[in-house]
């Protein structure tokens, strides 16, 4: 008999044997008692048991079977998260699953185009590595723009001929958040046809901002979500289009309050929750999806429609068809919270089997260490004289910080100078912000101003700065931003504040420059360490390195640094420092 035939011999086998369970003719393995269902086809709650057989739910009812009391307990689907950035926890997937998982996280879909614009293949290849190693179902989309523009200097080039081998692997659902939608508005051939390589698929979307024709231009492409609103208007627009809005609460980017009213009866099944990019000590302080579904009832989101948002609706959309639901059929993937205000999670089941029970994975020793890529830092001749910047006109741009925004705002204002360069001014809240290539030792060093950080002495400095993740630094004067930057150079990547000449806070980031292989309590301590230095020299902003990280994103507007120059993300081209054009 052939190994197909064999195979289609045994999943009949135990199909047969999960219908008999359903029927009540087998016992079921494990008899969830006494809890209330949330029922999230119907959006209400029902008072029943719930049978688990073979890894999936066989029935709602009375069953026989070992037993386990949940009384007044709600029964939940496991929570998805349909878009996140795991590099931006700064953990590992290994660290980040032991984190998330006793939270209610039951699966992710990741972009992993942060690790992947430093590494290329290889850092999506380690990646991939945990797609069946975790208690997490752990998919990806393909980076879709890795460069993220041709703005920046990254590491590696992802294109076509690397998307291919990877269209067919398990733990790949589709194309990642398209980021060029000045591309794809301008009929960019290779934009185009990485969307075609995913006929019909899931492709999802990065549009912020965009309207009227240009989005339907963009619709048109073939594009299925965005997670990119910050206005109420924008997102019905998105909805109204098609379009399924993600709605975001990260660390930076908090917009889950202000899109929520676009939340309607109507509106509801086409709507997911989403972090995107959440740093340690949020996670390991406020947590991960229970967070953001207690956020949105306190802003007055109906609980279960809540939880649909973060079940059924992403696994929907990411065709997951077993999973989002506590039905027959459906996969185990089971949370049981206390309540459906605070969502504290009392237990989570994954295939059936308890894996987390009061905040703790119960056996850790599922989660096996892997080897992984550590960061090269290539860079050119780095000396203070690459951070000097000569005035050249009486007026300058300077980019303004949005408080709990990724965008920002260009001003034009008097250049801060003396003895003919350009001066941090603190007392103006006017700080340097410098670029510093890392990949492939071009010596680039981007220079700009930022206004919004506070910062009154010393500078900060990260290795995670997207997309491209080049080093980028902001500091009251020239000296300390130096001193910061080769700080990680030497170590390899992470994040560093440096006053008085001396490095006074520091993380390390091994992994690529931009994850740790340490335990979330410990990096979470040492951010917060971070934070706290950065607090007591001025900054008031929560979290600095999270906003100055995204400070050279230049496919976000509306003013953006790069290594090679400061971008007018609208034009999408490089602008002068000097001038008011």
């Given amino acids: 008999m052939s190994k197909p035939q064999l195979e289609s011999i045994t999943k009949s086998t135990r199909l047969q044997k999960r219908i008999m369970a359903a029927q009540g003719k087998l016992p079921a393995d494990l008899v969830l008692r006494g809890g209330r269902v949330v029922d999230v086809f119907r959006g209400s709650l029902i008072q029943a048991d719930v049978a688990l057989y073979d890894g999936i739910i066989v029935g709602i009812g009375d069953y026989q079977g070992p037993s386990l009391e949940v009384a007044n307990q709600i029964i939940c689907p496991g929570f998805i998260d349909g878009h996140q950035h795991i590099e931006s926890t700064m953990l590992s997937p290994l660290e980040y699953a032991r984190s998330v998982v006793p ?6 879909i990741i972009d992993p185009h942060e690790i992947v614009n430093v590494l290329g293949a290889p850092g999506l290849d380690y990646m991939l590595s945990f797609h069946e190693r975790l208690p997490l179902d752990l998919f990806i989309m393909l980076p879709s723009c890795v460069p993220a523009s041709p703005l920046e200097t990254n590491g590696a080039d992802f294109g076509l001929p690397e998307i291919l081998p990877y269209r067919s692997h398990p733990g790949v659902l589709g194309l990642a958040e398209v980021m060029n939608f000045p591309g794809v508005l301008a009929g960019d051939p290779e934009v185009l046809a990485k969307i075609g390589l995913f006929p019909g698929g ?10 009227n024709r240009a989005l339907n231009a963009y619709k048109v492409a073939g594009i299925g979500s965005d997670h990119e609103c910050t206005e109420l208007a924008e997102a019905e627009e998105k909805l109204a289009r098609g379009l399924y809005l993600m709605l975001r609460e990260g660390s930076q980017a908090k917009n889950l309050a202000d899109l929520l009213p676009a939340v309607t009866p109507a509106s509801l099944r086409r709507t997911m929750l989403v972090t995107d990019d959440c740093h340690p000590y949020d996670l390991l302080q406020h947590g991960h999806i229970d967070y953001l ?14 939880i649909t948002m973060a079940t059924l609706n992403p696994a929907e959309y990411f065709r997951l068809p077993d999973r989002g639901a506590v039905a027959p059929g459906y996969r185990a993937d089971i949370v049981v919270v206390d309540d459906l205000i605070d969502f504290h999670v009392d237990k989570v089941f994954k295939n059936g089997q308890l894996v987390a029970e009061g ?16 960061s090269r830092m290539h ?19 300077v980019i303004q910080l949005l408080p709990g925004q990724l965008l920002t705002e260009k001003l034009v204002l008097p250049t801060p100078g003396a003895h003919g360069l350009v001066q941090s001014d603190p007392e103006q809240d006017i700080l340097k912000l410098a670029v510093v290539e890392r990949h492939r030792g071009t010596g680039n060093v981007g220079l700009g101003l930022v206004r919004g950080f506070g910062l009154q002495r010393g500078a900060l400095a990260s290795s995670v700065a997207h997309d491209s993740h080049n080093i980028i630094v902001v500091g009251a004067n020239d000296q300390d931003m130096f001193v910061a930057v080769q700080h990680l150079i030497s170590c390899g990547g992470g994040l560093v504040v440096a006053v008085d000449g001396k490095v006074s806070a520091a993380l390390s980031l091994p992994i690529a420059g931009l994850m740790s292989p340490a335990p979330l309590p410990q990096v979470a301590a040492e951010h917060a360490a971070l934070i706290e230095v950065c607090h007591s020299l001025g900054v008031a902003l929560p979290d600095p390195f999270m906003a100055l990280s995204f400070l050279a994103l230049p496919v976000i507007p509306a003013l953006k640094l790069t290594d090679r120059g400061l971008v007018d993300v609208n034009r999408f081209q490089f602008v002068p420092l000097f001038g008011p054009d």
């Fill in 103 to 108: 939270r209610g996280t039951t699966a992710v």
């Fill in 202 to 211: 899931i492709i999802d979307g990065h549009a912020p901002l965009l309207n």
């Fill in 293 to 306: 579904l207690k956020k949105a009832v306190a802003c007055g989101c109906a609980p279960i429609s809540a």
């Fill in 359 to 374: 905040g703790t994975l119960i056996d850790s020793s599922v989660l096996v260490p892997a080897e992984f890529p550590r």
């Fill in 379 to 397: 860079v050119a001749d780095f000396s203070p004289q690459a951070l000097a910047l000569p005035v050249t006109g009486e007026v300058v741009k």
